[in-house]
């Protein structure tokens, strides 16, 4: 039994079945066994890969479209060039490529990275070796100035509640202990105020997911936006107001279960935009736009055929392929969307709309 499978146990034993959102933050984010405390996941050789790590495209629209975004508001000094949960750093770098030659941009920009992971600390620091970066552990703790962030697969990460409808109620749907193995079960019926509004869409036996975080996160960042200008360019896997069970389990690219080896997959849950927007203000937010239209009109088909000249053989089918994966609505293209808060007083980033 891994250290992190007996530790879930004896809190268990201890305390009584378990939240999702506590086995989640555990298995996700424990300081000595957690899943992205201890490794890199990302890319062919881990278990999972995303959109900047498919193609440097993806980077270098997102960093025209913040720079954009930067000169339509008057160019501000002193900006922070923010990303939420950076990976490998890649996206980052792709950005910080990209907009090089955008004058002023260098000059005016302080990056700060927020991440959890020391292990990924130490990757983003090799890879942005040639930047000076400032890394923060939460949103609210990044600098009170013009703030223009990106946030790309970093909502999914963090931890959901799930309730199921039951005749007379919310029950809270948790993790026990059967025959010694971990296990689903419901607890009792508790109010739920926050979530009386989707009692107008869900019908008896319906489960709906919850996450806690998205509100502080998003209101530490909508603050900055709309008091100094800036804007947040949210993009992940979800939808308006999700409905199910979308709790997952990644392992080598493979959909495992989620309470098998904890801490040695990933583990993640579609983002309800919704929710989002509700925790938007005093920034506005845009419509959520499909991944697949807002690169189209950053264009990304443009920039595809400028690299294709560059490229033959295996490199140039590879590169199709990639353009294909992040627009395709079969692939990247429809199940990812965008989303970004803007100040009140100003127009939503270029490929988004109000
Ligand atoms: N944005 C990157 C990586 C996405 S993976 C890319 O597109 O490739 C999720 C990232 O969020 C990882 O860097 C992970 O360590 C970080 N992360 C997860 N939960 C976090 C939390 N609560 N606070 C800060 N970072 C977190």
């Known amino acids: 039994m891994t250290p992190l499978l007996d530790h879930i146990k004896n809190q268990i034993r201890a305390n009584g079945p378990m939240r999702i959102d506590e086995y989640m933050a555990t298995c996700l984010l ?12 990302l890319g062919v050789q881990g278990d999972f890969i995303t959109a900047p790590e498919i193609s440097q495209m993806f980077g270098e629209l997102i960093g025209l479209c913040l720079a954009q975004t930067w000169i339509s508001q008057g160019s501000p000094q002193h900006f922070t060039l923010a990303e939420l949960g950076p990976g490998r750093g890649t996206l980052m770098a792709d950005i910080l490529r990209a907009t090089r030659r955008v004058p002023g941009f260098y000059e005016a920009a302080e990056i700060a990275l927020v991440e959890a992971s020391p292990a990924l600390r130490d990757i983003q620091r090799e890879t942005l070796a040639d930047h000076e970066v400032r890394w923060f552990d939460t949103a609210d703790a ?8 990106v946030a790309n697969e970093f909502f999914d990460a963090l931890p959901i509640r799930q309730f199921v409808r039951s005749d007379t109620g919310w029950r809270e749907r948790q993790i026990g202990l059967a025959d010694g193995a971990l296990s689903y079960g419901l607890g009792p019926v508790l109010p739920q105020p926050a979530l009386s509004d989707r009692l107008k869409d869900t019908n008896q036996g319906d489960l709906i ?3 806690a975080q998205i509100a502080p996160v998003l209101q ?7 008091t100094h200008g800036g804007a947040a360019l949210v993009i992940d896997y979800g939808d308006w107001r999700t409905l199910g069970d979308t709790f997952q389990a990644l392992r080598a690219h493979q959909k495992a279960d989620p309470l098998t080896d904890p801490g040695q997959c990933d583990l993640t849950a579609h983002v309800d935009f919704e929710q989002l927007a509700n925790a938007a203000a005093p920034a506005k937010h845009t419509r959520v736009t499909p991944q697949g239209v807002f690169l189209e009109r950053l264009g990304i088909t443009q920039r595809a055929q400028v690299l294709a ?3 033959s053989g295996r490199a140039l089918e590879e590169h199709v392929a990639a353009h294909r994966r992040l627009t395709h609505p079969a692939e990247m293209g429809n199940l990812f969307k965008v989303m970004a808060l803007y100040p009140p007083t100003k127009l939503p980033p270029p490929g988004l709309d109000p």
């Open 309 to 311: 000249k560059t490229l």
């Open 30 to 41: 424990h300081p000595t066994y957690g899943y992205y405390t201890t490794r890199d996941p």
């Open 142 to 149: 990044l600098p009170d100035q013009p703030l223009y962030l």
């Open 220 to 226: 530490a960042i909508s603050s900055r936006v709309a």
């Open 209 to 211: 997911e919850d996450c």
